[in-house]
């Protein structure tokens, strides 16, 4: 059964500190995106990659996060250093792209959790 | 600015009647319409997408598109219990090459 896996499902931290989110899209996909969820705000954009190169990142505040993908297997979203205000749920979710057809359907991970004190 | 836009609810509606829920997009020239459901604490899964003008059916679920007045609706019939949760409106603005853009959902609450 394909699926997104993310890593850590929740995190709790202390503001200052570093924080590391994972993801493994699935096999196959050449996109992967990164989005965080809040009430407020709902889904973002933060970053996205098609064929492990960074498209656009213009969603993520530049001096404290980074987005990468060092392999096929692993995008990773780092925060450092975190505020209180970037608690919320980050999704990472992948899906494939092709220049024939429009595509769209995106699947998303269970989610990271983080909550920043 | 490419913007969704949703009613963010709660939407009651008791069990067996129709759910309407609606959307608007800001960018005449969008391509593609996904509906997205998020149960509380879960993540968004696509229940449906249309990319002509008129109605698609998909079981219980019915989206409809109307590209000139820049609004896409899901219907949901003899709505149940299970149908409860948060319903996503997503666009892609731009030919499939670009990342979707998702409205902040609206919240169907199914009475019982």
């Known amino acids: 059964d394909a699926r997104v896996t993310q890593t850590p499902r929740h995190k709790v931290t202390e503001m200052g500190q570093e924080v590391t989110m994972r993801c493994q899209p699935i096999?196959?996909?050449?996109?992967v995106f990164w989005y965080r969820q809040t009430m407020m705000q709902g889904l973002e954009l933060l970053a996205y990659f098609r064929n492990r190169a960074p498209l656009d990142d213009s969603g993520m505040p530049k001096d404290r996060f980074s987005a990468e993908m060092p392999d096929a297997t692993l995008a990773t979203l780092k925060i450092q250093p975190s505020e209180p205000r970037d608690s919320a749920v980050y999704f990472c979710?992948?899906?494939?792209?092709?220049?024939?057809?429009?595509?769209?359907?995106?699947?998303f991970g269970e989610g990271s959790r983080l909550t920043v004190l | 600015q490419k913007e969704v836009e949703q009613n963010s609810g709660p939407l009651s509606v008791p069990e067996g009647a129709i759910a309407s829920l609606n959307c608007t997009y800001s960018d005449r020239g969008s391509q593609s319409f996904f509906w997205y459901r998020q149960y509380s604490g879960k993540s968004p899964e696509l229940i449906m997408f249309i990319y002509s003008n008129g109605d698609k059916e998909d079981g219980r679920f019915t989206a409809q598109l109307n590209k000139a007045s820049q609004y896409v609706s899901l219907l949901i019939r003899d709505s149940q219990p299970s149908d409860s949760a948060t319903y996503l409106c997503a666009v892609n603005f731009n030919s499939g090459n670009t990342p979707l853009v998702f409205g902040k959902g609206t919240r169907l609450s199914v009475i019982a």
């Open positions: 979710a992948s899906g494939v792209y092709h220049p024939r057809w429009v595509t769209g359907e995106l699947f």
């Open positions: 096999l196959g996909h050449n996109t």
